[in-house]
């Protein structure tokens, strides 16, 4: 009887880890497809040969952006509209790295703990956006200019 019981329990154990397996591989494909589509965008269009990063920028409008080299081991941010948009590309030295961008929102706003960095586009204009949470918890989101490196807009206690 109780080898019964054991041998039951194991095979529902077992039964659920691989349900959740499936469930976890599963999310993750929309990430892994997007991240894949605009590698092959970044490539063909602004001659992107290795990818160093990936974001997903959520605001008023949805951006994948590519952070990779071209042939010359230049370092680009490749923005990629959801919308089909014209891409924009843009030079990583001629504006903020994510460390800068981190750097400014810990310096003026001073966060507690930061949750989640990306890359897009408000207002036609590139920012970093910083995710950042507070001793309670609530999130803000700060989009720092990526040229000049000001706090341009900021979501608080979400």
């Known amino acids: 009887m109780k080898n019964k019981i054991l041998a039951g329990t194991s095979l529902f154990l ?8 499936i469930f976890l591989i599963r ?15 970044a490539k063909k269009q602004a001659g992107v040969e290795k990818t160093d990063k990936f974001y997903w920028y959520n605001r008023d409008e949805t951006y994948f952006t590519i952070l990779g080299r ?6 680009l941010l490749v923005v990629i509209p959801k919308t089909g948009d014209p891409v924009t590309v843009v030079k990583q030295k001629d504006g903020l790295s994510e460390f800068d961008a981190v750097q400014v ?13 990306n890359f897009g586009i408000l207002d036609n204009q590139p920012i ?14 700060y989009s720092v200019d990526f040229k000049t490196g000001s706090i341009v ?3 608080k206690n979400v």
């Not at 999310?27 to 965008?41: D, L």
């Not at 071209?70 to 370092?75: I, L, S, V």
């Not at 929102?105 to 001073?110: F, G, I, R, S």
């Not at 910083?130 to 001793?135: D, G, P, R």
Request: aromatic letters at 6%.
């Open 27 to 41: 999310s993750n494909r929309p990430m892994e497809q997007a991240q894949s589509e605009a590698e092959a965008i």
């Open 70 to 75: 071209d042939k010359d081991g230049e370092q």
């Open 128 to 141: 970093w956006e910083i995710v950042a949470a507070n001793e309670k918890g609530e999130l803000s989101y």
């Open 14 to 21: 077992l039964f659920f880890i691989c349900l959740s397996l």
């Open 105 to 117: 929102v810990a310096k003026e706003m001073k966060p507690h703990k930061m949750t989640r960095i």
């Open 153 to 155: 807009k900021t979501i």
